[in-house]
């Protein structure tokens, strides 16, 4: 896939999954779970106030009855709900609403009935299309992980393979961002990324075409590569971004749908089940592809 649009011909394809959202009590949320209904893509569960989602419902023109409803007006209670559905057995993929990031995780990761399987290391993983990229962008991770050690960029790096395979990326270039290109063993994050490449070559990480360090420009920029003369067989034509750090990873998000008008979709990857992350001010288009994304990431 090079569009983000194309992961609703596979979803119509397959059996619909169920999605469970967090306090849907927002036009955002409640338009971006009825277009992926309309378009055949889930089912959709609110978890919120009932008589919000009616207001909403009513004035966006939406009939209220395609959803299942499950009344909570407290904020921190409905995801608790949606968790509880999804242990249950009851919905196969977590959305955020109208809720902060904060309390959408720690419903996530409440030990008693969260949905974070032990020693599990959550991360967040978008696609990115770019009008000014050929193709779809893989990124990880731009709003969890702070400051990712060696093991957590192996998890993320198997993240952002399991993404890029779901939309029909078979063994995708990736490319381990640094600063600079150049080996500097004064800067952790060469030498993470000296190291990923390594395993990489020596066949313990598979799946995958890998080179790093690596700069952002070099990793997706043809011209960039011409002009500096630079050798590699991910230079300038990257699937997949495994950043250092969240502030390098969230800046490259935001600059994507701000500057560029991107198009994204955003899960959290490591739960029980796909998490729809998404910011409370992404549009209802952001939303409905990452519950597309969800959908195709889910077991």
């Given at each position: ?44 569960i ?76 959550l ?17 990880s ?11 957590q ?10 993404t ?29 990324a ?7 070559e020596r066949?313990?990480i ?7 360090p ?40 935001k ?45």
């Amino acid at each position: 896939m090079n569009k983000l649009e194309q992961m609703f011909e596979v979803l119509r394809s397959r059996p619909k999954k169920r999605l469970a959202a967090a306090y849907a009590n927002d036009d955002h949320t409640i338009c971006a779970v009825s277009a992926a209904i309309d378009n055949g893509l889930i089912e959709g569960i609110l978890c919120g106030d009932k008589d919000v989602i009616a207001k909403v419902c009513e004035a966006e023109g939406i009939d209220i009855n395609k959803f299942t409803i499950v009344h909570e007006p407290d904020e921190v209670k409905a995801a608790t709900k949606a968790c509880d559905l999804i242990n249950a057995g009851e919905a196969d993929i977590m959305m955020k609403g109208l809720l902060s990031t904060d309390k959408y995780m720690r419903a996530i990761l409440n030990k008693e009935r969260g949905l974070c399987p032990p020693n599990a290391t959550l991360a967040h993983v978008c696609a990115i299309e770019n009008p000014n990229y050929h193709k779809l962008l893989i990124a990880s991770d731009c709003a969890i992980i702070p400051a990712p050690d060696f093991k957590q960029k192996q998890t993320l790096l198997k993240y952002l393979v399991a993404t890029a395979n779901a939309l029909d990326i078979k063994n995708p270039k990736l490319a381990v961002i640094t600063a600079t290109e150049q080996m500097l063993v004064g800067m952790q994050a060469c030498v993470d990324a000296a190291l990923i490449a390594k395993m990489a070559e020596r066949g313990q990480i598979k799946g995958c075409i890998v080179d790093g360090p690596i700069s952002l420009d070099l990793a997706i920029d043809a011209e960039a590569v011409a002009i500096k003369g630079f050798k590699s067989p991910v230079a300038g034509d990257a699937d997949c971004l495994l950043f250092p750090c969240i502030e390098a990873a969230n800046v490259f998000y935001k600059c994507n749908s701000k500057f560029d008008h991107a198009e994204v979709a955003a899960v959290v990857m490591g739960a029980k089940v796909p998490c729809v992350l998404s910011s409370r001010g992404d549009s209802s288009q952001t939303k409905l592809y990452s519950i597309a994304l969800a959908a195709l990431l889910a077991k």
